[in-house]
C-alpha cells in the first residue's frame, strides 16, 4: 500500500491567490513526521516544512502552512499569496520514526502552475 | 558556502558500464542518502549511511553500490547489473534523525 498518497497531478492557481495542496498517509506509527519540498525545473529538492505527528500546532514557515488533521490522515500544503517563482513540483514525504532510520517515503507529486 | 554537491549535472553511459556519481556535503552531517526519480514519480531511496564506514540498502538497491570512508562523501556506482538505469539521481544529507537536505541532482542516460 501507499504510504503516501498525492491525488492531484496538476493544479493551476492564479497570481496572489492561495492554493492547498492534498497530501494523506498510511502508517500504524504513532510517531512520525511529515515533510513537504519543492522541485523547480531545475531538479533540486527544496525543503519546506515539517510537521511532527505530536506538533500540536499546524507548522507555519513564511508563506507555507501545513494543515495537519491526524485522525483523517492528511497533511495539506498552503500556499498563501501565490507567486510565479512557486511553479513547481511539490512532493510530500513521510518519516516512520519507529523503524529507527531516518528514511523519508515520498508522493507522486503535484505540479503546480501559477497563472499571472 | 555550506552545501550539497553532487557531480557531473549530466552523465552518459554506455551499456554494460559501471559509472559513479559524486556526493560531497560540508555540512557535518552524519547521515547521508541516494534516491532516484524516474518522470512523473516520487524519489525512491536506494542506500543509506548513518555512519562512516556504515551503509543499508533501501527500497531499490538491486544494481548499485556505494561506500562512505569520509564522513563529507557517499559516492554511487550504478553497476553493469543495473537493468534500467537512466533516471535523475539525487544525494541528501542530514543529522541523524533531522530534515534531509538535497543535493542538485545527477541525470544519468544510458545510450
Known amino acids: 500500500a501507499q504510504k503516501i498518497t498525492q491525488t492531484q497531478p496538476g493544479m493551476f492557481v492564479q497570481e496572489k491567490e492561495a492554493v492547498t495542496l492534498d497530501c494523506t498517509y498510511d502508517?500504524?506509527?504513532?510517531?512520525?513526521?511529515l515533510f513537504w519540498y519543492k522541485q523547480p525545473s531545475s531538479g533540486e529538492m527544496i525543503f519546506l516544512i515539517y510537521?511532527?505527528?505530536?506538533?500540536?500546532q499546524n507548522a507555519t514557515e513564511g508563506r507555507y502552512s501545513l494543515n495537519f488533521q491526524k485522525a483523517r490522515k492528511s497533511a495539506n500544503l498552503v500556499i498563501s499569496a501565490s507567486q510565479l517563482g512557486d511553479s513547481a513540483m511539490y512532493f510530500c514525504?513521510?518519516?516512520?520514526?519507529?523503524?529507527?532510520?531516518?528514511?523519508?517515503?515520498f508522493g507522486t507529486g503535484t505540479r503546480l502552475t501559477v497563472i499571472p | 558556502d555550506g552545501g550539497i554537491t553532487q557531480s557531473p549535472k549530466y552523465l552518459f553511459r554506455k551499456e554494460g558500464q559501471n559509472v559513479t556519481l559524486s556526493c560531497e556535503q560540508n555540512?557535518?552531517?552524519?547521515?547521508m542518502y541516494w534516491y532516484r526519480q524516474d518522470p512523473g514519480q516520487g524519489l525512491r531511496l536506494i542506500y543509506y549511511?548513518?555512519?562512516?564506514?556504515?551503509?543499508q540498502k533501501g527500497d531499490i538497491a538491486e544494481g548499485y553500490s556505494v561506500s562512505r570512508e569520509k564522513k563529507e562523501s557517499f559516492p554511487l556506482t550504478v553497476t553493469s547489473a543495473q537493468k534500467n538505469p537512466t533516471a535523475f539521481y539525487l544525494c541528501?544529507?542530514?543529522?541523524?534523525?533531522?530534515?534531509?537536505?538535497f543535493g542538485p541532482g545527477t541525470r544519468l542516460t544510458v545510450l
Open positions: 541528501a544529507s542530514s543529522r541523524s534523525t533531522d530534515t534531509q537536505y
Open positions: 502508517t500504524s506509527d504513532q510517531s512520525y513526521g
Open positions: 510537521q511532527g505527528s505530536y506538533d500540536e
Open positions: 514525504a513521510m518519516r516512520e520514526v519507529q523503524t529507527g532510520a531516518n528514511n523519508l517515503f
Open positions: 555540512l557535518n552531517h552524519d547521515a
Open positions: 549511511s548513518q555512519i562512516v564506514n556504515d551503509f
